[in-house]
């Protein structure tokens, strides 16, 4: 078993234009991800020859109130023909729009059973839009820790819950690593109540947010967690390089390789 093994291009290379950033990818054996689709190009991406495996599916929009889960599902539906023109199979979204910084557009301090509703009725819709367009919306975890402070729904538990809920195909998990291990710990049994719900696992050491094998987690026992599992999909690198971004491609390939 092996997996798919991708890379951010909004984080590494960062001294490259963005198309170069996938170019270099993509010669050094990688997938590629990437954030906002509206400032890119969809033809110039894929004249790179590279495979995109994730981008960000929608533009603006929260999960609970009405203007935003109405704004949400439209600038999904707005995302997909971009998807669908790089070969992007993944569309990502997260608790609620993200703006300067990685701040929430609009931060809670608490989510209520009302929320909760209504964010699973917006994913509903969500998923019912994956469905008629034949992509598939996965939904991140992020920390509130670190780099998320007021962000609903961010907690692993959280996305798994919400996804559970609506059940379909078209409406995955992307299981952060980084975010669960500042916010939750515990990763391989995370992992294994994850596993039926993954679309995509992202990684990131902590602390730093640099590539797997600069900080506190033994991403070797992780990765055989994984697979144990019977997950075969995108593991996705979302993090900056701790020592130039060659070595930390080479750390993160070592790190997921199984043996």
Sequence with gaps: MSFTLAVCA???HTDLPILERVTRLHHAGFAVEIWDWSSKDAAQLVATGA???SMT??????LTTPDGSADLLRTAEESIPFA???GCPSLNLHGTGLGEGGLPDRPLEVVTGDMWLAAERT???IARLGERHGVTFVLENLNTEVDHPGTPFARAADTLALVRAVGSPHLKMNLDLYHAQIGEGNLVELIRRSAPYLGEVQVADVPGRCEPGSGEVNWPFVARALAETGYDGVVAME???SAGTDAALDRFRAAFTLT
């Design 10 to 12: 909004e984080m590494v």
């Design 51 to 53: 495979q995109f495996t």
């Design 57 to 62: 599916g929608y533009l603006s929009g929260d």
């Design 84 to 86: 669908q023109a790089i």
């Design 123 to 125: 994913l509903t819709s």
């Design 239 to 241: 993090a900056f390089a």
